[in-house]
């Protein structure tokens, strides 16, 4: 078994004795600025963190997939309150268990604790390859660097040199997610497509991570071990 199978499953079997609650698409999990009740550990499904402005405006954040703890900043009591907006992108099932009972079993299980830090060190490389991507300027290049990043947090390899995003996108999404507008997101990402860089189903994206590594100026994967989505019965 591999290190990120173990760590997978000090996650998983301390989750599983708890009792889980579901969430249908686009319900509410925490709104920004609430005081949390409890901790949730994703089960099943995928949860939005965004940023609601003062003026109403959504700002994409990131996204929370299977395992993640959420509100994060909340669990390590680093914040007294849900730092953003967390919604059900998708149907989801989630544990739910006291702030308490993650806080003394991070405490008291070292093979837990160190496979909670592997995963946050995971989230925060993913993080800094977001950042990396926001800061190019031409938009063709944005969103060659954004589907990089999106493959190694949220992707899983289905055949050689072929990472599928397990994260529903619609354009609106990704053109959050870049900043850039919804028009120019959907000729950039008709160039990918033409190119054959990326394809779409039912709004999930599949990448040719070898037309991908051609289209930017350093290595697709050098060697980070950022994706999330290992597989572990």
């Known amino acids: 078994m591999s290190l990120k199978e173990t760590a997978v499953n000090e996650l998983r079997s301390f989750y599983r004795t708890y009792p889980t609650i579901k969430f249908a698409k686009g319900e509410v999990v925490f709104h920004q600025n609430e005081a949390p009740s409890c901790v949730y550990a994703i089960k099943n499904g995928v949860i939005k963190v965004s940023n609601i402005s003062a003026e109403g405006d959504d700002q994409l954040i990131s996204f929370e997939i299977i395992d993640d703890i959420v509100p994060i900043c909340w669990a390590f009591s680093k914040t007294t309150k849900a730092l953003f907006y967390y919604q059900a992108y998708t149907d989801c099932e989630l544990y739910i268990m006291s702030k308490d009972a993650f806080e003394s079993h991070s405490a008291e299980n070292v093979g837990f604790a160190n496979a909670m830090l592997s995963r946050q060190v995971g989230s925060y490389i993913g993080n800094m390859l977001q950042v990396d991507a926001l800061e190019k300027t031409r938009a063709y290049t944005k969103l060659i660097y954004t589907f990089r990043y999106l493959c190694l947090r949220y992707g899983r390899d289905i055949k050689k040199d072929l990472v599928k995003i397990y994260v529903p996108l619609t354009q609106q999404e990704i053109a959050n997610t870049t900043g850039l507008t919804r028009e120019t997101t959907t000729l950039e990402l008709k160039k990918l497509k033409e190119e ?18 051609a289209r930017i100026d350093d290595e697709y994967d050098p060697g980070i071990t950022v994706n999330m989505l290992t597989k572990v019965d």
Request: no cysteine; proline share 0%; glycine share 0%.
């Open 196 to 213: 054959k860089v990326i394809s779409v189903r039912q709004k999930y994206y599949t990448v040719n991570t070898a037309k991908l590594d």
